[in-house]
């Protein structure tokens, strides 16, 4: 029997969606896929995909002839192509040019985006709907997006995020210490530094903050184009905030936290809060997206743009550790019950079957 024979397109995407291609393409390869990866060259650093033993292509995330024929050349041998999100969608279908090849798009966010640029990414987001055999949400609100874009067949599909991983004798007091933070809380919050993640919210509320006793740290764990206004506010306004840019120690920061905050506009399946619940710690976020289904009742969620909510939830939470221990049991149960990165695997290796029958009887048969 032939192995099949698949390609993983991605086009820049979120944290959330680079790694679960890692976790993906990994789960494939060790069921005897035969996964091609192609994506800017930076995320293979940053994600090694070439590590997981899959073949990787880079393609810049530009729908420009050059990259086009790149794309396509990585696909002339596919039994199915994968892409992740509109834009890669897009860009695959074009790449395939009409061949009776399968497309399975994997709807993981949605664009944030206004003015003109609305109604391109709206165009953007029908054409990869109509193109694709079958579309994946992750959340619930995806899935009714992508049928009113135009797909034929809209599914969800949780995706899980993979687990976040502590290095041996990694130490909460230890990465407190080097934060300075010694005898005051810790609030931990992680995302790129762009508007819809409600760091400005977020600052706003840090000013409730000043005259807790002992008052709290807030750390933001990203990078992005809002770090110098945030950084005027916080130096202008003396909040007690500390922005410290892209860690790799991300996962021991959080671990270190007495609250983590999640105050987005909107989330798919938030690997912040899905870490944090994974790591007993426990969660404010707002009421948004998918997050209100993911967490269920192990995080206390309060409206977006209300500052005064989630300053006041903080708040009262600092001040109640008993509350704090509650919450970070029950989000360990809830954690418990999402979908595991094998069952991800299946739930997409099924999807496959139907689209490429009888090639992959033979894989689900290894």
């Known amino acids: 029997m032939s192995q099949l024979r698949t390609v993983q397109v991605l086009g820049g995407g979120s944290a959330g969606s680079n790694a679960h291609v890692g976790s993906l393409t990994a789960g494939l390869v060790a069921r005897g896929v035969h996964v091609t ?7 293979d650093h940053a994600y090694d995909y070439s590590g997981t033993g899959a073949r990787f292509t880079p393609v810049p995330r530009r729908g420009d002839p050059v990259s086009v024929a790149a794309l396509r050349s990585a696909c002339a041998s596919a039994d199915l192509v994968h892409a992740h999100g509109p834009h890669a969608a897009v860009r695959a279908a074009l790449a395939l040019g009409g061949r009776s090849v399968p497309l399975v798009v994997t709807w993981h966010a949605r664009a944030h985006v206004d003015g003109a640029r609305r109604r391109l990414v709206r165009m953007m987001e029908r054409r990869a709907a109509r ?36 290095p041996d004798g990694a130490r909460p007091d230890k990465a407190r210490a080097e934060l300075g933070v010694v005898g005051r809380p810790l609030i931990v919050t992680c995302g790129s530094l762009v508007p819809h993640h409600g760091y400005g919210t977020l600052l706003d509320a840090a000013r409730m903050w000043r005259d807790l006793d002992p008052g709290p ?11 110098s206004a945030l950084q005027r506010r916080i130096r202008d306004e003396e909040l007690p905030v500390r922005l410290v840019g ?26 912040q809060a899905q870490e944090a619940l994974r790591l007993g710690v426990p969660l404010v976020a707002t009421a948004v997206g998918g997050v209100p289904d993911l967490v269920g009742d ?33 989000g360990l149960a809830q954690a ?31």
């Open 246 to 271: 892209d860690r790799e120690d991300r996962a021991e920061l959080l671990a270190a936290a007495d609250l983590a905050v999640l105050p987005s506009s909107w989330e798919e399946r938030s690997v």
């Open 37 to 43: 990866v192609c994506a800017p060259a930076e995320l």
């Open 298 to 330: 192990a995080a206390e969620l309060v409206p977006y743009g209300n500052a005064e909510a989630l300053g006041r939830t903080v708040a009262r939470l600092l001040g109640d550790p008993l509350r704090r221990a509650e919450m970070a049991a029950t």
């Open 131 to 166: 193109a694709a055999a079958v579309v994946l949400g992750t959340t619930s609100d995806l899935v009714d997006r992508a049928r009113r874009r135009g797909a034929r067949d809209a599914r969800l599909a949780p995706v899980s995020a993979p687990a976040p991983r502590l």
């Open 217 to 227: 740290l807030l750390v933001v764990v990203g990078e992005g184009r809002e770090r």
């Open 336 to 366: 418990a019950g999402w979908p595991t990165e094998d069952d991800t695997i299946a739930q997409v290796l099924s999807v496959y079957d139907e689209l490429t029958q009888p090639l992959a009887v033979a894989v689900r048969a290894r």
